[in-house]
């Protein structure tokens, strides 16, 4: 589904903060340098206070003094061109667009811990959907907080599209039963579903989202067909346990990334990367629904090393 536009320099603007904390932090070290050990250390420190992560770090540290060793890399300037060349190969060819169903309605169930911009990532998701004129319908399954289903309504008003909720500590996954329902009833495009914020030590809500994801198969078969996990990326490791933790128990097939803009932490990107193989699908670079971009690795390493 092509459903956004290129990288733009909006993705620069975004990562600005990252760009600051780590590329320009390295370069500010390393230039007019010659490489050597003491150096090579520096390089790994900035690289963990820069959330890449302490096993990526070290990969990419080793990777650093083997081609040193080697005589490959002399200069402090060279380091910078061997990561981001290093950092690019981590992510093979995938695709990382939206799954979708074969035959309508496509069921995307959002997933995340509450305050990490899951509400804001829908409205964005749903944004560019319509943009694409496909014809979205949400569902309100965060039964438990009457402020959650109010925000999902606000922006439904804003973005011209229909909520289907249910009573306030309600049973959710009745309210997905009904929003499939109603989802292939309307010949809707695509059903997204919000979910309550949970953390993945909360066994009940856990099982709760089992129950969601059992019932939307019983209305819309293969349903969901894809399951997006909320990360706020000012969270930096938090989000990785996240990821770890919400893909064994959810199902989660792609990474939604929120708040890049506001963070120095944006290497939480390669931390998620080497530790979990679900895909970063998207990235939030602000509170607008235009503020949204598909993730494009090679995109994403030049943008948070542009000088």
């Excluded at 370069?27 to 990526?56: F, M, N, P, W, Y």
């Excluded at 799954?99 to 998701?125: H, R």
């Excluded at 999902?152 to 289907?164: D, K, P, S």
Aim: aromatic content about 4%; overall charge neutral.
């Amino acid at each position: 589904m092509a459903l956004f536009k290129s990288i733009t320099s909006r993705l620069r603007k975004g990562l600005s903060k990252t760009r600051d904390a780590l590329a320009s932090s390295l370069r500010s070290v390393l230039s007019g340098r010659t490489l050597d050990d003491a150096l090579i250390k520096e390089v790994e420190k900035r690289l963990i206070q820069s959330d890449v992560g302490v096993a990526a770090t070290r990969d990419l540290i080793e990777s650093i003094q083997t081609d040193y060793k080697a005589g490959k890399l002399t200069r402090g300037e060279d380091v910078i061109e061997h990561l981001k060349s290093r950092l690019k190969s981590m992510w093979p060819e995938a695709d990382r667009t939206l799954n979708t169903a074969e035959t309508a309605p496509t069921v995307i169930l959002m997933t995340g811990i509450n305050g990490v911009g899951k509400t804001t990532s829908i409205a964005k998701l749903c944004a560019q959907l319509r943009r694409d004129n496909k014809a979205v319908l949400l569902g309100a399954c965060d039964t438990f907080r009457a402020g959650a289903v109010r925000q999902l309504e606000i922006w439904a008003e804003r973005l011209g599209v229909e909520v289907v909720k249910g009573q306030q500590g309600g049973d959710p996954a009745s309210v997905a039963f009904d929003a499939a329902a109603a989802a292939k009833a309307r010949a809707v495009d695509v059903l997204i579903l919000d979910t309550a914020g949970r953390l993945h030590t909360q066994a009940g809500l856990m099982d709760q989202l089992t129950k969601i994801r059992r019932v939307v198969d019983k209305q819309v078969p293969g349903a969901p067909h894809e399951v997006l996990l909320v990360l706020d990326a000012t969270s930096g490791q938090n989000a990785l346990r996240q990821a770890e933790e919400f893909g064994k128990a959810a199902g989660v097939t792609g990474i939604f990334l929120s708040k890049l803009d506001g963070t120095a932490k944006g290497g939480i990107v390669v931390a998620v990367r080497h530790t979990t193989d679900i895909p970063v699908k998207f990235i939030g670079l602000g509170e607008t629904p235009d503020d949204v971009e598909p993730f494009d690795p090679e995109g994403f390493i030049d943008a948070m090393f542009a000088e």
